[in-house]
C-alpha cells in the first residue's frame, strides 16, 4: 500500500522509517516544511515530496512568493503542487492572500504539468468556483476529501478523491456513502499523518502505516477485498503522480 499525503516532518525522528509502504508522498506547506520534504525524499527511496503554501501560511502572500515552490519543484522527486487552497474554518489568514496563493499554485501546476493538491475547508463554493475558472487543464486532487455534497462535481470534473481516516469513523456516514460512489479511476486513499488517525487508533499520532486501516475500511465500502483496493490505489496513483 502507499500513502499519497502525509507530514513527515510533523510526524516524529524516524517517522520515514519502518512502515512497510512502497510509496509515501510528504507535503511541504511552507518553504521550512519544504525544504524537510525534499531532504526525505533524497534520503529515503520510498519517499516522494509534494510541495506549495498552505492556505493557513498564506498570510501576505504575494506573486513573487511562488518561486521557492517553482524551484523546489524541479527537484527529481517531486510529484505535485499543494497543498493549496482555501480554508475558511480556522479563518486566520486574510482570504485574499490565501486566493493569491491558490491561484499562483494553480498556474504553476499547469506551467510544469504536475498535479495540485487542494485543501478546501469551509470554503468549499469558492474552492470549487476558483477551479472551475482556472484549473480546467489542470489534474486535480482532492487532498482529505470532505466535499460529499460537490462529489457529482469532482467525478464530472475528473477530480482524484483521497479518502483519510476520517472516512472510518462511525458518525462519518455521508463520507462513507461518496467513498463507496466515486468511480475507480478517481480513488486515492491517505493518512494526512500526524492529523485524522483512523478509527481503530483514534485519539493518537497518526503514521503512513495507518494508511491500510484506511484502505480496508474503503475497500468494505465499495464492496472489493482489501488486495483490489491496494492494487486499483497503486495504480491511480502511479498515473496521477509518475512515480
Known amino acids: 500500500m502507499i500513502d499519497t499525503h502525509c507530514h513527515l516532518d510533523m510526524c516524529g525522528e524516524g517517522s520515514a522509517e519502518g512502515h512497510g509502504l512502497a510509496r509515501i508522498a510528504t507535503v511541504g506547506i511552507d ?3 519544504i525544504g524537510a520534504a525534499l531532504a526525505l525524499a533524497d534520503s529515503h527511496e520510498e519517499v516522494y515530496a509534494i510541495v506549495g503554501r498552505h492556505p493557513n501560511s498564506a498570510t ?4 513573487a512568493d511562488v518561486e521557492p515552490i517553482w524551484r523546489a519543484a524541479g527537484h527529481a522527486k517531486v510529484v505535485a503542487i ?3 487552497g482555501l480554508d475558511y474554518y480556522r479563518d486566520h489568514t486574510p482570504h485574499d492572500d490565501q486566493r493569491r496563493a491558490f491561484e ?3 498556474d504553476l501546476a499547469r506551467e510544469l504539468e504536475k498535479p495540485l493538491v487542494i485543501h478546501t475547508r469551509a470554503a468549499e463554493e469558492d474552492t470549487f468556483a476558483v477551479l472551475a475558472e482556472r484549473a480546467r487543464d ?3 486532487v482532492m487532498h482529505c476529501f470532505s466535499a460529499v455534497d460537490r462529489l457529482d462535481d469532482c467525478i464530472e ?4 478523491c483521497s479518502f483519510a481516516g476520517n472516512v472510518t469513523y462511525p458518525k462519518a456516514t455521508d463520507l462513507q456513502t461518496a467513498a463507496a460512489r466515486v468511480p475507480d479511476e478517481l480513488v486515492l486513499v491517505e493518512t494526512d499523518a500526524p492529523f485524522l488517525a483512523p478509527q481503530p487508533v483514534r485519539g493518537k499520532p497518526n503514521a503512513p502505516s495507518n494508511v491500510v486501516h484506511t ?5 468494505e465500502l465499495r464492496g472489493v477485498s482489501y488486495e483490489e483496493l491496494e492494487e486499483l490505489v497503486e495504480r491511480n496513483a ?3 503522480f509518475g512515480w
Do not use: L, N, S
Not at 470534473?157 to 482524484?160: Q, V
Open 31 to 33: 518553504e521550512d516544511a
Open 60 to 63: 501576505g502572500f504575494e506573486p
Open 82 to 84: 499543494g497543498e493549496t
Open 104 to 106: 499562483a499554485q494553480i
Open 138 to 140: 489542470v489534474t486535480v
Open 157 to 160: 470534473r475528473g477530480y482524484m
Open 215 to 219: 484502505a480496508r475500511k474503503v475497500a
Open 238 to 240: 502511479a498515473r496521477i
